[in-house]
């Protein structure tokens, strides 16, 4: 059986959710036995996500095969419960990275590289990759319809469906907008969003219409009618209460049935089972449980703090609702810490944590932040940088070790409690950048009797991971006399991977990011553990 393709683009305008659309559509197909691999293309000549600022362009997520992606690959993770893989995420700047390789090659023997087909060509070599052992292939085409710069992969779509006509259905997600002074959802920007599409040589088989309000049934006439496609294949995608509802919105419209029928595929019944139970315990959850996120504020370029964190908070909800409470997530600005006070900013929250992060803007703050979690014995859960301050506070307050800081911050910092790995170093004075952090899935070795061992339920576990610091070994013996607790390292017991405090509710450190595993079905143990003991 080949893979069949399933090009979803966007249109009007961008950040509409196209990649919540995409990673549903996988969930529904999933739900129905077929296996899909989710693909995103993005158009930005960087060749991965890991040298883009996260204010400009959100989380960078990252692969179990250590890929720094856009943060759509998590919404399909979490989607589909099952990790992707770096075939799975591509950018402009890595097809002419290629392209550009093999001419050096010479393979291309003499040939006039060009655009089309040489570059297409190398798109369609990864749409393959992408979708190599799975029965559909979801791809979310970056970026919205009309662009000079993604123009590219939509060619590369066409000539896709040219070669394989039954294998490629095109979904179009398009934005209706219900102007103010008009009361009224108008369908005008959908149909000139397809006829560019059209203009490209594509006609869509379904058109999904985003919108504040579901789109009514003359609605979906119109757009049936101007578009080119049936009444049955315009699909409403209202906003809704959580994004993890979408699958159930798009099942109502047999949305999955249409299109494994375009598709020549059996359409096969779904279990949505677990779909629904989560839907209903977010809908169920009702006492809230106030969560204070310490971080430097970015508040820069069209991505919000909500971007920029989006793995995170997705973590919290999930274990949230798995205890049937209601997260309230609440931004704080390490420098309002700096200014005001732990004690003033702090008091009132049922938990801290301190996500991952980079650089010196805020930092006194959040190491005030995490002296209060601990002094106050309030629940706190550290991500990576997050662990790495915690370390810092610990030794400076706990075992008197003035001045203990980061490298990262202070190079000359008289303890070195956080240092670079040895590893790293020369990368960074040889300005490697790109790809050279420690990456990807690393097994880690749990010590009995802690929090985490009992929270995981198991003795090794497997996180991922993104930094260049670790913790000093050095100062090993000195905090944990002092009562830390390492309960997390590397098989070899080399690099410490987990913290943890005695006698404190719960307080956790990890080098890694454990947010990047949870998913709404099945939510993550450490946010779990934490939120139960920010529930108490
Ligand atoms: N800046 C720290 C490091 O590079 C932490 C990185 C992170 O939080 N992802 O080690």
Redesign the pocket.
């Known amino acids: 059986m080949p893979t069949k393709y399933v090009f979803v683009s966007g249109g009007v305008i961008s950040g509409l959710g196209k990649g919540i659309t995409a990673a549903s559509l996988s969930a529904l197909l999933e739900a129905r036995g077929y296996r899909v691999a989710p693909m995103k293309v993005d158009m930005y000549l960087n060749q991965d996500a890991g040298t883009i600022r996260p204010s400009e362009h959100g989380e960078v997520f990252v692969t179990e095969d250590g890929l720094e992606t856009d943060q759509d690959l998590g919404n399909y993770e979490r989607f589909i419960g099952r990790p992707l893989h770096r075939a799975q995420y591509a950018t402009t700047g890595q097809v002419y990275a290629e392209v550009l390789r093999r001419e050096r090659a010479f393979a291309y023997e003499g040939e006039d590289v060009e655009a089309i087909p040489h570059v297409t060509d190398e798109i369609i070599r990864r749409f393959k990759l992408g979708g190599q052992g799975a029965d559909i292939c979801v791809v979310e085409l970056g970026g919205t319809v009309g662009e000079y710069q993604n123009g590219i992969f939509f060619e590369a779509a066409r000539l896709l469906g040219r070669r394989e006509p039954k294998n490629v259905a095109h979904v179009h997600v398009a934005y209706l907008p219900i102007p103010g002074a008009l009361g009224e959802m108008k369908t005008k920007p959908v149909q000139q969003s397809v006829r560019m599409l059209n203009g490209m040589g594509i006609e869509p088989d379904f058109v999904v219409g985003r919108s504040s309000q579901a789109m009514d049934g003359r609605r979906k006439e119109r757009i049936a009618l101007f578009c080119n496609v049936a009444k049955e294949d315009v699909i409403s995608n209202p906003d809704c209460g959580s994004i993890y509802e979408v699958p159930l919105i798009l099942e109502d419209q047999r949305f999955a049935q249409r299109l494994l029928a375009r598709l020549g595929l059996k359409p096969k019944r779904a279990d949505l089972k677990p779909w629904r139970d989560v839907v209903d315990a977010i809908r169920r959850a009702k006492r809230d449980v106030k969560i204070a996120i310490v971080g430097k504020y970015f508040a820069v370029g069209d991505f919000m703090l909500s971007d920029v964190y989006i793995s995170v908070i997705e973590a919290v909800k999930h274990a949230a609702w798995a205890i049937s409470r209601k997260p309230a997530i609440t931004w704080i600005d390490a420098a309002d810490i700096e200014k005001h006070g732990a004690e003033k900013i702090l008091a009132g929250y049922d938990g801290v944590l301190v996500p ?3 650089g010196s803007r805020g930092i006194e703050g959040v190491i005030a932040a995490i002296r209060y979690a601990r002094e106050k014995k309030v629940p706190y859960f550290g991500l ?2 997050g662990m ?1 301050l915690a370390a810092v506070e610990f030794a400076r307050d706990a075992c008197e070790l003035k001045g203990a800081h980061t490298t ?1 911050i202070d190079p000359q910092a008289p303890h070195a409690v956080v240092h670079i790995m040895p590893d790293q170093e020369k990368k960074l004075l040889n300005r490697e950048y790109g790809a050279t ?1 420690r990456l990807g899935s690393w097994d880690c070795a749990l010590k009995p009797g802690t929090v985490s061992r009992h929270a995981y339920g198991t003795a090794a576990i497997r996180e991922r991971h ?4 670790e913790f000093n070994n050095a100062y090993r013996e000195t905090l944990t006399k002092a009562g830390l607790v390492v309960a997390g390292t590397s098989p070899d017991g080399q690099l410490v991977e987990i913290i943890e405090l005695k006698d404190h509710p719960f307080f956790v450190g990890v080098q890694f990011h454990p947010e990047f595993q949870s998913s709404p079905l099945k939510p993550h143990p450490l946010f779990r553990a934490f939120l139960k003991a920010v529930a108490k």
């Not at 993104?466 to 610091?469: D, K, Q």
Request: with cysteine; net charge positive; glycine share 16%.
């Open positions: 991952g992060g980079f990576c940088y790495q990262e952090m993104r930094h260049r610091y």
